[in-house]
């Protein structure tokens, strides 16, 4: 560090007295963003609210009635539908094959009021399904036990093919907890936990143990440990789901080949943590204000061969960190106004970062390193905001290089208290030698090919629009 922080100062001097009226005439590439993003949320219901039925359960199975879903199920083969009106309190075991479980009046219902509630009274699994092929449709289930290690569960699935539809689950240790079954579906359901429950003792709202090929869709959870786990779990497909107020918003670990697309996660610790996993496709996720004490819009750790493709990063403590991954692909994300915008660590190598655009971020990029590296071998590189491009041939790439983490990056992640000099002449003048001097050769990474402009065109609606 010695021999970086010599350089620094030595450099300065020398590129000031080459380059002082060049830093001072410069333009500023980020000179356009003047906002923070701030209270940014999207548009979702808290499945907390809502009014309980107040009347006494009643099963309808044939026209036949019963005073307990458990009597009806037992009653009912193959094929039938039960249909459940009232608020019930019992936990009930599913073992009919093809079995369908309906609240009344589930097509005219608004998500705020209910047809029909199963209410565990704080024991146990409230619902388990044991069967395949079974549907729960429009049921809102509520007060599991509280043992984690239990698995107690709103709705516990250990049967292949089976179908849960805007089913509501409140007041649960884990929402819904899939095991060794295949080709679940999770739709349209909200879940919450218990707020008066600490984030460790919480389980998590959708967990995936061994649920190979499960679709999960336009599912909305908060106040649980994490929005989704993947435990062994591959082929998964996770698409518009909304997490918020978690530790991590989705959780792989020991998860291959599964596909995560156009989720928003905001306001947890870590939006989406990608662990010990291979070839994933996350595109199109929105993860946002994720700055708790790890704070991470997008973590990838010890994962290897996974496409991380036009996503939206914004505003968390980091954008991206990467930590022991390889071979992977993080191309046209946008990566915009996080402390830091991407970190690599821990011998992260063979990673293609191009086409993204990276804008209004404290610090744009750090990789601790004693070399100089290049994350791309393309033609065309990252947008940065606070790059100085040159493109004398208009093609839209600049014609001098870009050093997003060099030596002053380096001495003010080593030592914070330099980042009130981070915008002196002095710095920008060292910024501009190692971009426009390929002789000066200091540690960091090197963009050789900056874009001019960011291949993310709708970075603005994050100031404009606070409340989406």
Known sequence: MADREAWLLVGAVVVLVGLGAAVVAADDAGSDIDATIEGWTPDVDDPREGDAPEEPGIATLDQQEYGSVQEAVDSAEAGDTVVLEGQFEEQITVETSDLTLEAADTADSERDTAGA???????GTVLEVTAANVTVDGVWIRE?????SAEDAGIYVNGSGV????????KATFGVWI????????ENAT???REAVGESQRGNGIHLDRANGAQLQDNEITVVRDGIYFSWSEGVTATGNTMWDLRYGVHYMYSNDNHLEGNVAFDNDVGFALMVSENLTITNNVAVNNDGPSGQGILVKDVDDTTIRDNAVVANRNGLYVYNAHGNNLTGNLILENEIGVQFTAGSSDELVVENSFIGNDQPAHAPTTAQIAWNDTERGNYWSDARPVDLDNDGTSDTRYQ???AVEAVIYDHPQAAIFAESPAFDAVRMAESSFPVIESPGVVDHRPLT?????DWRQYYENHNN
């Open 117 to 123: 509630l199963i209410d565990g009274g704080g024991e």
């Open 144 to 148: 599991t036990g509280p043992d984690r």
């Open 163 to 170: 179908t849960l539809s805007d089913v509501r689950i409140t």
């Open 179 to 186: 095991s060794e079954a295949t080709d679940v579906t999770v």
């Open 191 to 193: 879940i919450a936990g």
């Open 404 to 406: 997003p983490a060099g």
């Open 453 to 457: 402009e960011p291949p993310a065109d």
